[in-house]
């Protein structure tokens, strides 16, 4: 009895089980990028994001002022304390960059040039140098630091130059983006799904077809076509690019919705005199609303999210930066290497998007299940 529908199956423990699983897996990244946001560069290169509620080693330079070295011993020492006085204790020192934490607290580290350092726990410190002493030296040390929450990578983020502009670029590119691939791929879905003409199974192979090509092969030849007819690297450009790459999918999702409509219905307009477009128009295009919307998550999402197209079909200046553009090019550099504002600027970016996919996701199953139950 257990196949017959509407029972219970005796393996829904390891569906329930799969599905934590899979919540998991996709929680534990997000969970670790979220507590990453809100911590300091320093800290997230010496420690993971779940060692953040724990004091952290860190590694430091503290540079000593030559003049007061006093001559003592054959030699001039320097002697203080690298904290000022502060209550932090030193873990291990060194004196230079390529070992900063050669020795123990309370031993006596053997520089070049027959110099020397002692530091202790409490930050107290001798420096011999048995010439004098021209330049400040430096001290390297590493201590214990407490954990350091702030809000400072999302200022950073926010109230950065032209980050408004930037945030009005992509809603710019969007949009159009979104809604352009829409309009084009309904009328051509319905005309695939509903009339006949010659060559339309192999124009639905085609569709099929470019579904697999990527498109990075189309990048350059579509930027040399953008040039020459005088629309490269300008927003009219990225929005027949994006139209361009998101078509097929469109065509195909909208058409196997389409396929599956009730054929009566639209037999009984066409008796009563209804032309294709009032067809299409009045009865199609209403009732096709879940598979329109499942296909505007998806387009607003990888449109919004783009950093390669951007960089390809829009000017290089940062009048025209999208928002992806302006933290790659602008906030992180060219390495890239700033973690903490690379966390904060992908949780900021991901508002938007959000809001958009929880506001039409009940629309979205209903578009993927398209055509699969009569």
């Known amino acids: 009895m257990d196949n017959i529908a509407g029972t219970k ?17 996709w929680l534990v990244p997000t969970i670790g990028l979220l507590v990453s946001s809100f911590r300091d560069r320093d800290q997230i290169s010496a420690s993971g994001w779940w060692l953040s509620p724990f004091a952290v080693e860190q590694n430091f330079q503290a540079k000593i002022p030559a003049e007061e070295a006093k001559p003592d011993q054959g030699g ?32 006596t580290a053997e520089l070049t040039r027959d110099r020397t350092l002692t530091v202790q726990q409490n930050g107290d410190f001798t420096y011999f140098s048995p010439a004098e002493i021209k330049r400040d030296p430096s001290i390297y040390y590493s201590t214990a630091t407490p954990p350091d929450f702030s809000l400072s990578n999302y200022r950073n983020i926010l109230f950065s130059n032209n980050m408004d502009v930037a945030f009005i670029n992509t809603l710019t590119v969007t949009i159009p983006a979104t809604i352009i691939p829409i309009l084009i791929a309904a009328f051509a879905a319905y005309a695939l799904a509903w009339m006949d003409f010659a060559g339309r199974g192999f124009l639905i192979a085609m569709v099929v077809g470019l579904l697999v090509v990527p498109l990075q092969l189309a990048l350059v030849p579509l930027l040399q076509f953008h040039n020459k007819i005088g629309i490269g690297q300008s927003f009219l450009g990225i929005w027949m690019a994006h139209t361009g790459f998101g078509l097929p999918l469109a065509i195909y999702l909208l058409r196997n919705y389409m396929v599956g409509l009730p054929r009566d219905i639209i037999e009984s307009a066409k008796v009563d005199g209804a032309t294709d477009f009032q067809v299409f128009t009045k009865i199609v295009l209403p009732l096709s609303f879940p598979a329109l919307a499942s296909f505007a998550i998806f387009q607003f999402l990888w449109t919004w999210n783009d950093l390669l197209v951007a960089k390809v079909f829009l000017p290089s200046n940062s009048e025209s930066w999208v928002m992806t553009v302006k933290i790659a090019d602008d906030l992180l550099g060219s390495r890239g290497g700033d ?36």
């Open 339 to 374: 973690w903490g504002i690379l966390a904060s600027a992908a949780f900021i970016s991901i508002a938007v998007p959000l809001i958009v996919f929880f506001t039409m996701q009940r629309y979205l199953v209903r578009g993927l299940l398209a055509g699969s139950v009569k």
């Open 76 to 107: 001039f020492v320097i002697e203080g304390n690298i904290f000022g006085g502060a209550d932090t204790e030193v873990i291990r020192f060194g004196g230079a960059r390529s070992n900063p934490t050669i020795a123990a607290v309370g031993e």
């Open 9 to 25: 199956s005796s393996l829904s423990w390891a569906v329930q089980i799969s599905v934590i699983l899979l919540v998991v897996i």
